[in-house]
């Protein structure tokens, strides 16, 4: 396949956002301890990636008991041709208002298009 030589123009509508990596020495001195905040919790994207860092595992032990706990889902036999509906980890680092962590927060949901 080939790729496109047309230049990719952001949309009129977006020309007030911007895209690409915003460096710190840009920002105003007040905003330099928060980027450096962001940048130090690292939220995963898969379980694979999550389950490698301990301190995300607790939180994900901790979701799956509550739904065992709260009977969240039962069990039962697929009917015949049908499929499981998918589910997947999603990662959240809460932080409190003065920017230090509160907790890392997982949660279970499922994939409903599927």
Known sequence: MRRTTRPHNQPK????YFYGVV???HLPVEHHALVATLTQYHEPTSYKEAYKNP???QPMNKETEALLAN???E????PPRKRAISSKWVYKVKLHSDETLERLKARLVIRDFT
């Open 13 to 16: 509508h977006l020309q007030d």
């Open 23 to 25: 460096q710190s020495a």
């Open 55 to 57: 301190g995300w595992v």
């Open 71 to 73: 009977n969240t889902w």
């Open 75 to 78: 069990l039962v036999d697929l």
